[in-house]
């Protein structure tokens, strides 16, 4: 019978990476670790203080967002509370918070989150405009659709827009800010989802994927910002898939990611006969041993 640790983590996977993740076996030994929980408050329909003096949650504050938190004990009540009902809290890992932040969305900027399903990093957004201005957020299956629309109501979001399309068929338009968290192989989620994984996944993945943001880097403003985020440590799919858009594009720059509170690792300048542009260590990379988060990636790319 398979352990845990050889079933969540295939031999060819820990071969991949163990050249380039940092405190190896510490990453891997984290795999044996339950995820930790943590909430974002809804700052549309309650403040952060009256929140913080009512929860009955055990709560600790995420170092890098001041509306989110670890939820030390009790996590399995979380969903079931009248406060998540009410929509004055949101279920969501700390590392996902993070490309909201990066793309730092004004009231006055026309927002796109091109693969917006189920609503997360949208609704933080449209908290981080406290409601305002205007988000079109888009995903192409229906059944992602509801659950975006039923969240985007739970939470009182009132500056969301709609639509169901394939980002690669996005109509011609122009926004100041995208958002592109795309479908990724889930490589630093393994620890909550069932992940079957194989080398051609990652490869058929990252073929999407450059479909996708080059398509997004058309509905892009000139000076405007790209976040690319995915939940994956695969190259392919990371730093590859911003190299693919740099070679095909004169007008990207990688602009560097500083989030105050938390320590991120540089992209990567190789792998395996691979060489990356130089300004590709201006992206991003959390591993699930940094906060016991999710795995991520987070590149932020500049139209000039």
Same mark, same amino acid.
């Not at 993070?98 to 990093?121: F, Y």
């Given at each position: 019978?398979?352990?845990?640790?050889?079933?969540?983590?295939?031999?060819?996977?820990?071969?991949?990476?163990?050249?380039?993740?940092?405190?190896?076996?510490?990453?891997?030994?984290?795999?044996?670790?339950?995820?930790?929980?943590?909430?974002?408050?809804?700052?549309?329909?309650?403040?952060?203080?009256?929140?913080?003096?009512?929860?009955?949650?055990?709560?600790?504050?995420?170092?890098?967002?001041?509306?989110?938190?670890?939820?030390?004990?009790?996590?399995?009540?979380?969903?079931?509370?009248?406060?998540?009902?009410?929509?004055?809290?949101?279920? @969501?890992d700390a590392a996902s918070m993070?490309?909201?932040?990066?793309?730092?969305?004004?009231?006055?900027?026309?927002?796109?989150?091109?693969?917006?399903?189920?609503?997360?990093?949208t609704t933080q957004i449209s908290q981080i405009l406290n409601n305002?201005?205007?988000?079109?957020?888009?995903?192409?299956?229906?059944?992602?659709?509801?659950?975006?629309?039923?969240?985007?109501?739970?939470?009182?979001?009132?500056?969301?827009?709609?639509?169901?399309?394939?980002?690669?068929?996005?109509?011609?338009?122009?926004?100041?800010?995208?958002?592109?968290?795309?479908?990724?192989?889930?490589?630093?989620?393994?620890?909550?989802?069932?992940?079957?994984?194989?080398?051609?996944?990652?490869?058929?993945?990252?073929?999407? @994927?450059? @479909?996708?943001?080059?398509?997004?880097?058309?509905?892009?403003?000139?000076?405007?910002?790209?976040?690319?985020?995915?939940?994956?440590?695969?190259?392919?799919?990371?730093?590859?898939?911003?190299?693919?858009?740099?070679? @095909?594009?004169?007008?990207?720059?990688?602009?560097?990611?500083?989030?105050?509170?938390?320590?991120?690792?540089?992209?990567?300048?190789?792998?395996?006969?691979?060489?990356?542009?130089?300004?590709?260590?201006?992206?991003?990379?959390?591993?699930?041993?940094?906060?016991?988060?999710?795995?991520?990636?987070?590149?932020?790319?500049?139209?000039?």
């Open positions: 019978m398979l352990s845990l640790m050889s079933f969540m983590i295939p031999k060819k996977l820990k071969q991949r990476y163990k050249r380039f993740i940092p405190e190896f076996d510490k990453f891997v030994g984290y795999f044996k670790k339950p995820q930790a929980v943590s909430i974002r408050v809804n700052t549309i329909k309650i403040s952060r203080e009256k929140f913080l003096k009512n929860t009955n949650l055990e709560l600790k504050q995420v170092p890098w967002y001041k509306n989110g938190f670890f939820v030390e004990k009790n996590h399995g009540i979380v969903a079931h509370s009248f406060d998540y009902f009410l929509g004055y809290m949101y279920l @969501q993070l490309p909201p932040l990066v793309l730092n969305p004004k009231v006055k900027e026309s927002i796109l989150d091109l693969t917006a399903a189920p609503g997360s990093k305002k201005g205007c988000i079109v957020a888009n995903d192409n299956a229906f059944e992602r659709i509801t659950a975006l629309r039923g969240n985007i109501n739970r939470l009182g979001c009132m500056n969301v827009a709609i639509t169901r399309l394939d980002v690669r068929n996005f109509p011609n338009s122009q926004f100041d800010k995208i958002l592109l968290d795309v479908p990724c192989s889930l490589e630093g989620s393994m620890r909550k989802y069932f992940v079957r994984w194989d080398e051609n996944t990652v490869r058929n993945f990252a073929h999407l @994927q450059k @479909q996708m943001i080059s398509r997004a880097w058309k509905l892009l403003k000139p000076k405007g910002i790209l976040v690319y985020s995915t939940c994956t440590y695969a190259p392919e799919e990371n730093e590859g898939v911003v190299q693919y858009l740099m070679n @095909q594009e004169q007008d990207v720059k990688i602009e560097p990611i500083k989030i105050p509170g938390i320590r991120m690792h540089p992209g990567l300048s190789n792998f395996r006969n691979t060489e990356f542009d130089s300004e590709l260590k201006k992206t991003a990379r959390v591993y699930i041993h940094d906060y016991n988060t999710s795995g991520f990636y987070i590149a932020k790319l500049k139209k000039k």
